[in-house]
């Protein structure tokens, strides 16, 4: 129903900056919300950052103070600034759905993922 398709990573020295992008296609007028996560090797998949349909924003701890979660229609991005080797990752975008199908339901749609390399 939804497609993402994440874009803007890349290789970056510690203390520079990057901005992903996110374009969500399909059953767009259903998403409610949309967030960022990461994934490091040999780490579990971690929140990043999050925007509801109403604006509210939230951020992990990590990353608070650095990085900015906005949305436009049905793309998301994430400005990351001030960037450190930890926060080296495999980016994921979400966003997540609500409609009707024999009552309301919820669902999760996730991007492939785009590589953040932070070198020190």
């Known amino acids: 129903q939804v497609q993402l398709v994440e874009s803007g990573g890349g290789l970056v020295q510690a203390g520079g900056s990057l901005r992903l992008s996110c374009a969500a296609s399909?059953?767009?007028?259903?998403?409610?919300?949309m967030g960022w996560y990461r994934q490091a090797p040999g780490k579990q998949r971690e929140l990043v950052a999050t925007?509801?349909?109403?604006?509210n924003t939230n951020y992990a701890d990590s990353v608070k103070g650095r990085f900015t979660i906005s949305r436009d229609n049905a793309k998301v991005y994430l400005q990351m600034n001030s960037l450190k080797p930890e926060d080296t990752a495999v980016y994921y975008c979400?966003?997540?759905?609500?409609?009707?199908?024999?009552?309301?339901?919820?669902?999760?749609?996730w991007g492939q993922g785009t590589q953040v390399t932070v070198s020190s």
């Open positions: 399909g059953s767009i007028s259903s998403i409610n919300a």
């Open positions: 979400k966003a997540t759905t609500l409609r009707q199908v024999l009552g309301f339901r919820l669902d999760d749609y």
């Open positions: 925007i509801a349909s109403g604006g």
